[in-house]
């Protein structure tokens, strides 16, 4: 047809395509150098990381979600290993350091049998058998627990702790997690224990020292009264809580008013005034001494609540009125005629505090409250973003005990259980799956492995002693960090961790790596020109396999990654 000797383009220019084994070493140096980025900072003995973004902003942390969320990662593999982080600190709260170095330790195992002509999924298939034969075996060696184990939850949420920067505080702060999910915590209809963490309010405010952190039963609004006259304290306090404005309602269409003479204007502002009146008599013969308003307030009407020693609080956050709600006990209004005194809410303190140089409206002492505050103190911003970040992750953790009602020793025990399992399991399987499970069994050896190496230990004797503890039947044994003498049971040291973060690491990290195994073809487009006239003028990018901008420097890993 004459198109001998013509090129034909099917992609644009510019576009990269990377296959077969090179596509594959590539995506897996990428995710091991993830997992490299966290792995110092696992366990009580792991490090802190300085993470300063383009604008000078600084974030330390060693709680593996948030590295890799600051971190600005461009290859798309690593992409995938951030998602692993970010799904296990969603699902479970905790467990994001151990769910990332775990797949970036099953990759580069699988590295090691794709040269051996193993197929991918093959090793796909033998890490799935065994991620669930894995999840078997940690719900068989689990301890019950539940709201009602104190002990258990304690332990869980301070060995969650133990690794952070408020391991000092740890104790403290585990009862202040724990008071805070009971509080909240609700039976659900098939008689199952429901917490929603969103019911913890977490408030920040720098000065005093961490151990000043307090839970309030109760709710703190950052505002300030609406009237200097009104009183700045409210014991055994009714709250009413309103929706609507304690205003004169504008027409809702153009409206004009025709006066012929002076005292027409009087008589409509009598009647303005009367209007407010009316409004202000109804909350005071509701017997309400507190007025928490989503709308405002008019000036007159404060005056009238002023000279009643009513306590109003105007222009607060639908979402925050809705925690007064739960936390109160007391139903939101939508009209003043509606209010009833059985409907307020109560508290047996209602105050406005200045904390450093806000004012704050702290609404405490409440009976039975389904919403809380924990307020966070501390010498600095960055060690309270910390504090937080930790508090966080307790807290998932005593929720996770309390709904799963489940709970392993820690300190890498399950781990070394598991892979021991997983190996005689391995033994009863034909084929080459039966290579892909042991290799998944030796990945597990990663956690135990990396503590001991965090704590500055012998990775390999610290791993022979624990197989042989394990051997011999202690399914809690793990290594003392301070010593590196086996401990029989963890448990008895009060080392806990909930089964079902062990779990979701295990499920997150099998996922991920079954995924990037599978991939043998990388094709990069460049990224789309801006169109005419600079950005946001409504230019398409060219028709083309374009627009998958953002996968540049497959040829290996792009400056910048990290």
Known sequence: MGLSG???????????????????????????????????SLGPRGMDKMLVDQFGDVVITNDGATILKEIDVQHPAAKMMVEVAKTQDSEVGDGTTTAVILAGELLKRAEKLIQQKIHPTVITEGFRKAAEKAIKILEEMSIKSGIDDREGLKNSAMTCMSSK?????????????????????????????????DKVQIQKKEGESIDDTSLIKGIILDKEVVSPGMPKIAKD?????????????????????????????????????????????????????????????????????????????????????????????????????DITQDNLGFAGLVEERKIMNDSWIFIEECKDPKSVVILIRGGTDLIIDEVERAIHDALCVTRDVVEDQKIVGGGGAPEVEAAIQLRKYAQTLGGREQLAVEVFADALDIVPKTLAENAGLDQIDVLMKLRAAHQAGKKFSAHDLETGEIIDDMMAIGVVEPTVVKIQAIKSATEAASMILRIDDVIAGTKSAMPPGGPGMGGMPPPGMGGMGGMGGMGGLPPGMM
């Open 165 to 197: 920067i408020v391991s000092e505080s740890k104790e403290m702060l585990a009862e202040i997690c724990i008071e805070a999910i009971i509080a909240i915590a609700e039976k659900s209809a098939n008689g199952d224990w429901v917490a929603d963490i």
């Open 237 to 337: 306090a009714k709250i009413l809580l309103l929706q609507s404005a304690i205003e004169i309602e504008k027409t809702e269409f153009d409206a004009k008013l025709q006066i012929t003479n002076p005292e027409q204007i009087q008589q409509f502002l009598d009647e303005e005034e009367r209007m407010l009146r009316t409004m202000v008599d109804k909350i005071m013969n509701s017997g309400a001494n507190v007025v928490v308003c989503q709308k405002g307030i008019d000036d007159m009407a404060q005056h009238f609540l002023s000279k009643a020693g009513i306590l109003a609080i105007r222009r607060v956050k639908k979402s925050d009125l809705e925690k007064l709600s739960k936390a109160t006990g007391g139903m939101i209004f939508t009209n003043i005629n």
């Open 6 to 40: 013509q090129p034909i383009f099917i992609m644009r220019e510019g576009t990269e395509r990377t296959r077969g084994k090179d596509a594959m070493s590539n995506n897996i140096a990428a995710a091991k150098i993830i997992a490299e980025a966290v792995r110092t």
